[in-house]
């Protein structure tokens, strides 16, 4: 039954012991929801206002309008776009996080911070536009954070945000302002969204997704600069050999997870952790302290230091059960809720930090930049004391652990190119496209859903389309799962690539002094770091004096399941990508809202949603556009 619900061995290891021990888990919970409401999975069911709710009859026998007169197509429309406005928000509060924190740093506020790579600053200060010349570091910093505080600020219709402007190829920026899809602020995007989807506002389900697509591209503006200014802040992700899943917990050390997406806390937090070592092992803790990471926490300090990934999202839970985590440390988004009450089964500590994200039966120590280091001690002190109240008869940790080489964002993908070719590094990957050596790339992003088996369709389609010869990039809960099931190593490139591509990543891998190939799937970091491919596509675009929908890219996200997966797979459509979904959207009690996203869009926006179940069919399909994109390119 186990393996009905996830591919991880973890999972074979810990879940008959939640069933003997009585706790339940997300798989338990999601099988006691059966069967799930068909309106609300199809999308024809409207909560906007208090006559409701309403749901529209998908059989045509019943009620095709709402009391208030929305038919399917209207809720339909509305609910995603909300959907989209939710994930735009997430993101983008992340992203402002990160720019006050910069300002903060700029000021000389925030003791506890400091600007790590000075080189990318200078990158990004000049890609904003900004003249330089003569001033300092810290001067330099404010303006970055200013401009990019601007893009949540800026009332100007006619002014698109900063940083996609400074982003996109010329030809994406026309055509999107084409479509009055450019965002100006991202705030405002989210707002509007939430304005026009108010109950006897926008009804035309055309104008509704128009202005979603709008509202994703701020999420992509947000994802830009909270990436960035992270690199900035915290440093830029080189390649670094590290691994994966919860045989990374350690028996003898305390064990604390960073869990949630933020880098601000846990990049503190592991440095005051190496600071707190001594009283770790004056607790017992002979291994001192193990830090290991959660979801995209975990993949934001995974890329940058190297910190192993226990779990992503599904797997959160399975990380308490072995009994070995102290404590898990949580800031936002994609933590379940259900965490407090399995931590309470053990010994651990769940320790909220945001003041606008609690868990009732959690510990709440409120995190504030200015006292970052004195709050994470405190975090640090209650995972240390938890260890002492481990019991270590219940610590099961599972023979799951597996090499992940990681840390491939933009800037080491182009160093690693460069020892090929060090005047033009994109052209050995150009040249390698162009000679059908590399097929295409593929971008697989996204969560884990307990609407399929954990980890198992991103594992298919990647080995799969690696056979074919298709380049592998992974961010969010997909990398996880890829580094989990040992597809970030050289080995996974020896076994599963195809020839044409195991040649082209040996030859890159040998020459950029990584002894052997690059891995089979390139980690380039968390969810919001998928602008980091971006950034490589539009590069190659550039170079070729093309657009984006006439790459051989193709992204992929086969177990989504949140808001922001929804703003994410919708920018990535918007910029031309064709985008696959493998678990079912809750958009198909519209047929128009259907067909908008997987046919209309393509010829608006040369990217479409495509949706496929089936992980097997899915990399076909892929593979199938790819060869279309490059019929196109005529090669
Ligand atoms: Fe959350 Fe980023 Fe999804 Fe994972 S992939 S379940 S959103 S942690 Ni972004």
Redesign the pocket.
């Known amino acids: 039954m186990t393996m009905n619900y996830s591919i991880d061995p973890s999972a074979a290891t810990l879940l008959p012991l939640a069933k003997k021990e009585g706790i339940a888990t997300v798989w338990d919970r999601h099988k006691a929801m059966q069967p799930q409401c068909g309106f609300g999975q199809l999308g024809v069911c409207c909560r906007i206002c208090w006559k409701g709710p309403c749901r529209i009859d998908p059989f045509g026998d019943g009620p095709q309008r709402g009391i208030c007169g929305a038919d399917a197509d209207t809720i339909v429309a509305r609910n995603v776009i909300r959907m989209i406005a939710s994930g735009t928000a997430a993101h983008s509060e992340h992203g402002r996080h990160v720019a006050l924190a910069m300002l903060g740093v700029a000021e000389g506020k925030l003791p506890d911070y400091t600007i790590r790579d000075e080189e990318k600053l200078r990158a990004v200060a000049a890609k904003l536009g900004l003249d330089t010349t003569g001033k300092d570091l810290h001067d330099i910093a404010g303006e970055v954070a200013l401009v990019t505080l601007g893009d949540f600020q800026n009332q100007d219709h006619d002014k698109p945000c900063r940083w996609i402007a400074s982003t996109l190829t010329e030809k994406r920026l026309e055509r999107l302002a084409g479509l009055h899809a450019l965002p100006h602020n991202i705030d405002a995007m989210v707002t509007q969204i939430l304005a026009r989807t108010h109950v006897g506002c926008d009804a035309d389900a055309t104008n509704l997704i128009v202005g979603g697509i709008k509202g994703a591209l701020a999420d992509f503006d947000g994802m830009c600069l909270a990436t960035e200014l992270s690199d900035i802040l915290f440093g830029t992700p080189q390649p670094t050999v590290t691994a994966a899943n919860l045989g990374v917990l350690k028996e003898d050390a305390v064990n604390i997870a960073v869990h949630g ?1 933020n880098p601000l806390l846990s990049e503190v937090v592991c440095d005051v952790a190496v600071l707190m070592e001594e009283e770790a092992r004056r607790a017992g803790a002979g291994g001192g302290i193990n830090i290991v990471g959660v ?2 926490t975990g993949n934001e300090v995974m890329v940058r230091h190297g910190i192993p990934l226990a779990a ?2 599904l797997s959160q839970e399975l990380a308490l059960i072995t009994g070995a985590v102290d404590a898990m440390v949580v800031d936002v ?2 933590i379940m809720p259900s965490v407090s009450e399995i931590g309470a089964c053990f010994h651990t500590e769940i320790i909220t930090t945001m003041d606008d994200n609690k868990i009732p039966g959690a510990t709440h120590v409120p995190f504030r930049e200015p006292t970052a280091a004195e709050n994470a001690r405190q975090i640090v002190t209650l995972a240390i004391d938890a260890f002492r109240r481990r019991n270590p008869q219940r610590v099961v940790i599972p023979d799951a652990k597996q090499t992940a080489v990681v840390g491939f964002g933009a800037e080491a993908i182009v160093g690693a190119l460069g020892a090929l070719n060090a005047d033009d590094p994109l052209k050995p990957l150009i040249d390698s496209i162009a000679n059908g050596n590399i097929r295409g790339i593929a971008l697989f992003a ?3 859903n307990t609407q399929t088996t954990q980890d198992s369709s991103f594992v298919t389609m990647a080995k799969k389309l690696a056979r074919n010869n298709v380049l592998l990039l992974a961010t ?3 990398a996880g799962a890829f580094a989990k099931h040992g597809l970030m190593t050289q080995e996974a490139t020896l076994e599963y690539a195809g020839d044409s591509l195991k040649a082209v990543l040996t030859a890159v891998g040998t020459e950029a002094g990584l002894g052997g190939p690059l891995p089979l799937v390139l980690h380039m970091g ?2 919001v770091d998928n602008s980091r491919a971006v950034a490589v596509a539009v590069a190659v675009a550039n170079r070729l004096g093309v657009d984006l929908d006439q790459l051989p890219l193709v992204a992929s996200a086969p177990e989504a ?2 808001e ?2 929804v703003a994410i797979g919708t920018w990535s459509v918007a910029l031309g990508i064709p985008t696959h979904v493998g678990t079912m959207p809750q958009i198909t009690g519209s047929p128009a809202v259907t067909k908008l996203l997987t046919e209309t869009a393509k010829e608006l926006l040369g990217g479409y949603f495509m949706v496929e179940l089936d992980p097997d069919k899915a990399a076909d399909r892929l593979l199938a556009v790819i060869d279309e994109r490059r019929r196109g390119l005529g090669i």
């Open positions: 997406h979801c995209c992503n999202y988004q994609c996204g969560c884990n969010g809960c997909g968390s969810c399941m949140s922001k997966a």
